[in-house]
């Protein structure tokens, strides 16, 4: 298993920027295909973004596309979330976990961490 701590959240205007962070505990984390997930108040937790263990292939929500990006650093155990151009409905507590190797959308482990909040003002 691995330990998950988001960091990086806060409160931004809309066209604002952002960097998340998720430290791991454990050496299996450069194993991992990892992605970032968010829950905004009243709505289920979706998938924001996810990346393969190499950094080589990304996945991302459409809702996100062009604005946010992920990327990881296996030396420092970190996943990190690039946000540009924030709106409103990017709202939300901001999440990492591992993914599934045959659904990048899906979390493979059923435990999350604290998470981070985001909150985009108008």
């Known amino acids: 298993q691995v330990q998950l701590v988001e960091s990086g959240g806060g409160l931004v205007q809309a066209g604002g920027s952002l960097r998340l962070s998720c430290a791991a505990s454990?050496?299996?984390?450069?194993?991992?295909?990892m992605g970032w997930f968010r829950q905004a108040p009243g709505k289920e937790r979706e998938s924001v973004a996810a990346i393969s263990w190499s950094g080589s292939s990304t996945y991302y929500a459409d809702s996100v596309k062009g604005r946010f990006t992920i990327s990881r650093d296996n030396a420092k155990n970190t996943l990190y979330l690039q946000m540009n151009s924030l709106k409103p409905e990017d709202t939300a507590v901001y999440y990492c976990n591992p993914v599934t190797y045959s659904d990048w959308k899906r979390a493979y482990y059923d435990y999350w961490g604290q998470g981070t909040q985001v909150t985009v003002s108008s």
């Open positions: 454990g050496r299996t984390f450069s194993t991992y295909t």
